[in-house]
């Protein structure tokens, strides 16, 4: 059974920074795409950040909101993805979810399994 379980959401100031985590089991990174997505209250969800199958060489994409300041990377020892979040703004808080898929996409429609997510909130 596919899964994955987030973690590592929380309250930081603007301009700090978190690492959210997603831990995988029931399947490895050989062909599967692994993205973070965010949905704030009100609005669509949005494309974060994703990370191609390792048989893809593991290439990275990123929203033009967040490149430069969010990083994503795996770990295939732990079968985890990171999402390294820095200089964090006020327009970041969301509920962040990770999600696996077999196309590379930062829309949500290729993903089929999703974990529950975790909130960021970004306050002073």
């Known amino acids: 059974q596919l899964q994955l379980v987030e973690s590592g959401g929380g309250l930081v100031q603007p301009g700090g920074s978190l690492r959210l985590s997603c831990a995988v089991s029931?399947?490895?990174?050989?062909?599967?795409?692994i993205g973070w997505f965010r949905q704030a209250p009100g609005k669509e969800r949005e494309g974060v950040s994703c990370i191609s199958s390792s048989m893809s060489d593991s290439k990275t994409y990123y929203a033009d909101s967040v490149k430069g300041r969010f990083t994503i990377l795996k770990d295939n020892v732990k079968n985890t993805v990171y999402l390294q979040m820095n200089s964090l703004k006020p327009e970041d808080p969301a509920v962040y979810c990770c999600?696996?898929?077999?196309?590379?996409?930062?829309?949500?429609?290729?993903?089929?399994?999703w974990g529950q997510g975790t909130q960021v909130t970004v306050s002073s």
């Open positions: 029931g399947f490895t990174f050989d062909v599967w795409t």
């Open positions: 999600a696996a898929g077999r196309i590379v996409s930062l829309a949500d429609i290729p993903y089929d399994y």
